[in-house]
């Protein structure tokens, strides 16, 4: 039997989940926040766990050491590393693990339904008639626009599939191009980012927040795209 500490909100919520663990012995401390934690407010909870699984939660060094040693296993509950410290986390003997594809398709509808209420100006309408402001905002059309997709994992993977079926033509760059979104989807891969830059309407990032990505656009970037429509960035990534 393991004793786990969750913070992560989304399995707080999730019975079918907390079902599966202690059905296999385990024992929860299941905590309810209105937001992720802090560092500090984790370093008077997380003694005495053998494991922890968290949300967007801020996991540094202060916090696996006072995990350590009992701490075996932290167990975030979504993609990316970049809210723990994984240096710490290896000099503890700590596994790190994320859940890829977990939330692929909610990730790219919501990136989708900003491309859309971009496109169709609905932000200011709304505005316009909460402020008692009828005045007509013309909107845009996607069909026929270019988007650039930076990373064609799984959130990528399924953005790009909606965006061809709303008639969008799509650059994507990815150091492992997917033969079946070139065969199927007819997407153009490009290794030169300022092709991406001059000739897309829409840009959405989803890349991993790494030395090599970090502000990958940047003003330089930006100032080279000749449309200058819309930017769109939807990942765990930092821009410039």
């Not at 402001?133 to 599939?161: F, H, N």
């Amino acid at each position: 039997m393991a004793r786990i500490l969750t913070t992560a909100r989304s399995f707080a919520v999730c019975p079918a989940a907390q079902q599966i663990l202690t059905a296999a012995g385990h024992q929860l401390e299941i905590m309810t926040p209105s937001r992720p934690y802090t560092a500090q407010e984790l370093l008077p909870l997380v003694a005495d766990f053998d494991a922890m699984i968290v949300g967007l939660d801020q996991i540094d060094e202060q916090v696996i050491n006072a995990g350590a040693p009992s701490l075996k296993v932290i167990a975030r509950n979504g993609v990316g590393y970049d809210k723990v410290d994984l240096i710490a986390a290896g000099k503890n003997n700590v596994i790190v693990t994320i859940t890829p594809g977990a939330n692929s398709i909610s990730v790219c509808e919501l990136a989708f339904s900003f491309i859309t209420g971009l496109s169709r100006k609905i932000h200011l309408m709304d505005h316009n008639v909460r402020t008692g402001s009828w005045s007509r905002v013309p909107g845009v059309e996607i069909d026929g626009k270019t988007i650039g997709v930076l990373g064609t994992g799984a959130i990528g993977y399924e953005l790009i599939k909606r965006c061809r079926a709303f008639g969008m033509r799509v650059l994507a760059y990815d150091l492992k191009p997917n033969q079946e979104l070139i065969d199927n989807y007819q997407v153009e891969y490009t290794d030169d980012l300022d092709r991406i830059y001059r000739e897309s309407n829409y840009i959405s990032l989803h890349l991993p927040a790494t030395d090599s990505t970090r502000n990958m656009i940047n003003r330089e970037a930006i100032e080279k795209n000749a449309k200058r429509h819309f930017y769109y960035q939807y990942g765990p990534r930092r821009t410039d």
